[in-house]
């Protein structure tokens, strides 16, 4: 039988969905991926939910059952696409689109739309989502959650192996050979959020192809410093973010407090600076003895990015999960598709070593077929 997972990330480039299968012995198999866009008003609408984190009840209604509606229209399409019957479907795992992530204080909550009620019916297939709710519930972060699927697929027994998923925002995932030392991971700071909000400021483009404008400005270290006293980047582990703080508010606010004059393209130079150095001060401070650094998510086609990873983090290799059997562009997706599978065979999901969780919990709530 095969899962289906679904992700919609913080750069909101798009739907990803990809069909996958588990054998018996949890063994996994990408059958077919592809990503779709969202119409442009509804993008709109998320979009401006996400950055001014306020909205009437009966939109947020409507921007939910929309989402929903593209998601569950998304994955019939590929199932078309690749005459695979609905049938044939175990369950999806959606992971919806976060507009508000906040595991901290006495009410935490990490809050996703895309109504699975509407994605099931539409499909005809069990459909899971809210993955994130029980792991706050059981005193964690809610996030990253990918790092268990990491675990899963990529660990080895040989070498200890970095996963690094940079999308709107950067995660990492540190796989130690030995099994007597804990998996870490957590959100490192901001990836493509903020390169991708000033490349639309400045030139109207939805993101920097392969990183050719960043590559043509200069690095402003006053700026860079500003930048990085931000003071998540020394905050301890287990640790989470999003939009709620690497914002164009929060960019902006950076920006006042320095006078020089920059060019744009200068700013676009600094910011993947940051993106590069806030990955690798985490690296170098939690996994110092890791020769090879797996990159996946948008952020594996900048190239500029990940020449600044190379010189930055020499003498580690830098490379992309592709070279582990899998696409940097369907990790994220094939990860909901795995919790799916964990939930239905009620099997925990999180590690609580990288959410903080007081111990392990089965992720997500079902809506049946």
């Excluded at 005193?139 to 070498?159: R, Y």
């Excluded at 690094?164 to 959100?187: C, K, M, R, T, W």
């Amino acid at each position: 039988m095969y899962y289906i997972g679904v992700m919609s990330g913080t750069s909101l480039d798009g739907i990803d969905v990809a069909i996958t299968e588990f054998s018996s012995n949890g063994s996994f198999q990408l059958i077919a991926a592809n990503t779709y866009s969202f119409p442009d008003e509804l993008h709109r609408k998320i979009k401006r939910l996400i950055i001014e984190a306020h909205s009437s009840l009966h939109e947020l209604g409507c921007i939910d059952i929309a989402l929903g509606q593209l998601i569950g229209n998304s994955i019939n399409h590929l199932l078309i696409e690749h005459n695979i019957l609905n049938s044939d479907v175990m369950a999806i795992g959606s992971h919806g689109q976060t507009i508000f992530h906040y595991p901290i204080n006495d009410t935490p909550f990490s809050h996703q739309i895309g109504n699975a009620n509407v994605i099931a019916e539409l499909t005809g297939i069990t459909t899971i989502a809210d993955f994130r709710q029980r792991d706050i519930a059981a005193g964690g972060q809610g996030a990253p959650l990918v790092p268990a699927f990491h675990k899963a697929l990529f660990s080895s027994d040989t070498e200890d192996r970095v996963i690094i998923n940079i999308g709107g925002i950067s995660n990492i995932s540190y796989l130690p050979a030995s099994a007597e030392q804990p998996v870490l991971g957590f959100d490192t700071g901001p990836g493509n959020t903020l390169l991708d909000h000033w490349v639309n400021v400045q030139l109207g483009r939805t993101f920097d192809a392969y990183g050719k404008w960043a590559a043509t400005g200069k690095i402003s270290e006053q700026l860079l410093s500003t930048l990085l006293n931000e003071t998540y980047f020394t905050k301890s582990i287990p640790k989470s973010t999003g939009r709620e703080l690497f914002n164009p508010s929060w960019l902006d606010s950076m920006l006042s407090e320095f006078s020089a004059n920059l060019a744009a393209e200068d700013v676009q130079a600094t910011l993947v600076e940051l993106t590069a150095q806030s990955i690798a001060k985490h690296i170098h401070k939690y996994t110092p003895n890791s020769k090879t650094i797996f990159i996946c998510g948008g952020g594996a086609h900048n190239t500029y990015l990940l020449s600044r990873l190379q010189e930055i983090l020499e003498p580690k290799r830098i490379t992309t999960t592709e070279d582990l059997g899998l696409h940097p562009d369907w990790v994220e997706a094939s990860a909901f598709a795995w919790l799916a599978y964990r939930t239905i065979n009620k099997k925990p999901g999180n590690l609580p070593s990288v959410t903080g969780a007081e111990h392990s919990v089965v992720l997500g709530a079902i809506y049946p077929a």
